[in-house]
């Protein structure tokens, strides 16, 4: 096992500071006024550390970062990154997270979540807190996730290979696109969940969506609560729901089976939907044909 260099409380600026930094322990330093200044690190363990300049960790292999704060300007700080793990971190920079694999964040704070954690692959989330969070988790696959408090539209958009358990999603649009995702025991709020995606399974959910769950495939809700969303479903194929609460309004699902204590609007006005191929095991208080 080699001998970690200690580089601790210093002021370091100018580009490329510490370029090709490899088996170090970076403690108690500042890093500004300057790009890239971590730039091709390898075997580097970074904490209690400030970053004031944007790409300070870019091309990085074998990573800790512990206790350090992400300033504004550090912007695009953690791209390339390859087997790195992140705890306790405060990140006010938007566009962190990109081309990673093998990532493990926890106990972490965005301020600034947008369009951060794109193209990522094996990833690890745990008891973050993700605000103005727009287009997070854009493409990326193969996540676990868990206590994630995340305000921010479209978010894992084209995402696949996802799990995430008790979180609270306040996200216009989340979803979209995605492939082989389960959420167990989270709360989604926001219009338009799910359009276009697949597979997707959701369990003891609760969920808000105006016009959510359309041009889905292989739906799957178990006992979750669908609240205030109205006109779901749409040209959804293969769906198998069980909602523990009353539905607003259906409208024109393709195939598949709807269970619940009632519908108060149950549209299909659309011809070319042969209705037939949907059970509904539900009170239907009114039809719109």
């Not at 370091?12 to 108690?28: H, K, M, N, V, Y």
């Not at 493990?104 to 951060?116: K, L, P, V």
């Not at 358990?165 to 969940?193: M, P, Q, R, T």
Request: one cysteine or more; proline letters at 2%; hydrophobic letters at 35%.
């Amino acid at each position: 096992e080699k001998i970690m260099n200690l580089i601790k409380g210093k002021h370091l600026e100018g580009e490329r500071a510490l370029f090709q930094c490899e088996d170090s322990q970076i403690e108690s330093c500042l890093f500004d006024n300057g790009e890239s200044p971590l730039k091709e690190g390898k075997n580097l363990i970074v904490v209690n550390t400030d970053f004031g300049w944007k790409y300070p960790l870019w091309y990085n292999r074998n990573l800790t970062v512990k206790n350090c704060h992400f300033l504004k300007d550090s912007k695009s700080g953690l791209w390339y990154v390859k087997n790195g793990t992140f705890s306790s971190l405060d990140i006010e920079a938007i566009k962190e997270f990109r081309y990673c694999e093998g990532i493990r964040i926890e106990d972490t704070s965005f301020h600034h979540g947008a369009e951060t954690l794109w193209n990522c692959k094996d990833v690890s989330l745990k008891r973050l807190e993700i605000q103005e969070a727009d287009y997070f988790g854009f493409h990326s696959s193969d996540i676990e996730g868990e206590r994630l408090h995340l305000v921010g539209n479209y978010c894992f958009d084209s995402g696949k290979n996802i799990y995430l358990k008790d979180s609270v999603l306040l996200s216009k649009d989340a979803f979209w696109n995605a492939e082989h995702v389960l959420l167990v025991n989270c709360v989604i709020e926001g219009e338009y969940f799910g359009w276009n995606s697949s597979d997707i399974t959701l369990i003891h959910c609760t969920i808000k969506s105006h016009q959510g769950f359309c041009y889905m495939k292989n739906l799957k809700l178990i006992d979750c609560k669908i609240e205030e969303s109205d006109l779901i479903f749409e040209y959804c194929e293969n769906i198998d729901v069980t909602s523990l609460t009353p539905l607003s309004t259906v409208k024109n699902p393709i195939s598949g089976k709807i269970k619940a204590p009632s519908i108060e609007c149950l549209i299909e006005n659309d011809a070319k939907v042969d209705h037939t191929k949907v059970l509904i095991e539900s009170e239907v208080k009114s039809r719109e044909i």
